[in-house]
């Protein structure tokens, strides 16, 4: 039995592990490199369950965290964010030791680099193929060029072509999400067709859960780069990424007071600790920040739903229960699945085994 007091999150490490194996056996079965995202994560002892699965490349959103990672032995490190400019002493530094890859996606940005990087590096160009966050459209064919050409140096290695189909993540329709796969490796592949003659080893690279769990990996992609799968959430529930059973994370939350006059009950567990990303699982309902399901003292059971978070604040959540779940009074815990596991995990910052021990992240 677990003695939790306050909002804690709990790591389940099977069912973990399992969807680290089960993604890592589809980039092999398929011919693809696994470069998977550690942004999710963000934890050293999490990466030793990739690397037991043969991975020996990862994607990271920050250089902070690519310290942190290249700390932990990993020596080939994806930067999937814009250059900071301003980080280029610790850029410097980090690519004195290991190999990474940046990218890169203005004319001034490669000017910069051309000028103040030290080391070699390697960098992908970032295209936009509909998502529009960042990154180059990609057919300004005009522009890819004027990147490419402003990056020369020899400390400069031009690795291809990579994106993030984030638009992915708003897509409930199989054959709709099929589409934006579709035209996301028509026009990597379009890129680099351009660009082989002169660059034979450049590759195309992609990254999106919803993709890479719910779909086949196109002829023609060389890379993946999934992050959110290795937990799942709510989100990826809502999409079709998973089942409630693939949830590998579950922030548990001290009940403190009951309304059952309203079927509410109120948790200490608000958006500092499982964030305030929501979700709409059916057009009829109400924005959500969680579901909430039944915790026995170790364990939680996804299939025993009680509720939903229907309003939050700092510290308070509000659930709205279902009727047979307003048995619960203060002092019983509960397990909120969160809507995106990433946010959660970076907000609480350390894990929770259910073997008891406390698991550290970069952020702890």
């Known amino acids: ?38 942004k999710t994560h963000q934890s050293a002892e999490i990466g030793e369950w990739f690397r037991k699965e043969g991975v020996t490349a990862i994607t990271v959103s920050s250089v902070s965290m690519a310290h942190y990672f290249a700390d932990s032995g990993w020596k080939d490190i994806t930067i999937a964010f814009p ?21 890169i996606e203005s004319v001034e940005t490669a000017f910069f680099l051309t000028e103040k990087i030290t080391h070699p590096c390697g960098y992908f160009v970032k295209i936009d ?38 638009n992915s993540y708003q897509i409930k329709d199989k054959a709709a999400l099929q589409n934006i796969q579709n035209i996301t490796t028509e026009r990597l592949l379009r890129l680099k067709k351009l660009y082989q003659g002169l660059y034979p080893e450049i590759i195309v690279s992609v990254g999106d859960t919803p993709t890479c769990s719910q779909l086949a990996i196109n002829e023609g992609i060389d890379e993946i780069r999934p992050g959110n799968f290795v937990f799942y959430d709510v989100m990826q529930l809502a999409l079709g990424s998973c089942k409630p059973e693939d949830i590998a994370v579950a922030l548990v939350c001290p009940v ?69 779940a307003c048995n619960l009074k203060p002092g019983d815990l509960v397990a909120v699945l969160p809507v995106h596991s990433c946010l959660t995990a970076h907000l609480m910052r350390t894990y929770l085994v259910q073997d008891g021990r406390v698991m550290n992240t970069m952020n702890s």
């Open 1 to 38: 039995m677990l003695n939790i007091k306050k909002p804690t999150l709990i790591l389940n490490e099977r069912i973990c592990k399992k969807n680290i194996s089960a993604m890592a056996a589809k980039a092999r079965n398929q011919g693809v490199h696994f470069r998977p995202h550690f």
């Open 129 to 166: 193929t509909g998502y529009h966050r960042t990154g180059i459209v990609d057919s300004d064919i005009s522009l890819v060029e004027k990147v490419i050409q402003s990056a020369n140096s020899p400390r400069l290695h031009f690795k291809g072509f990579l994106t993030h189909s984030g």
């Open 256 to 324: 403190v007071a009951i309304h059952p006059e309203r079927n509410e009950v109120v948790i200490y567990g608000g958006a500092i600790h499982v964030s305030k990303e929501s979700v709409l699982l059916q057009p009829s309902q109400k924005q959500i920040f969680g579901l909430v399901v039944r915790w026995d003292g170790n364990c939680w059971n996804a299939n025993t739903l009680l509720g939903s978070i229907t309003s939050i604040s700092q510290e308070h959540g509000i659930i709205s229960t279902f009727e047979n």
């Open 83 to 103: 250059v900071n400019i301003l980080e280029i002493d610790e850029i410097n530094e980090l690519s004195s030791s290991i190999h990474i890859n940046l990218l």
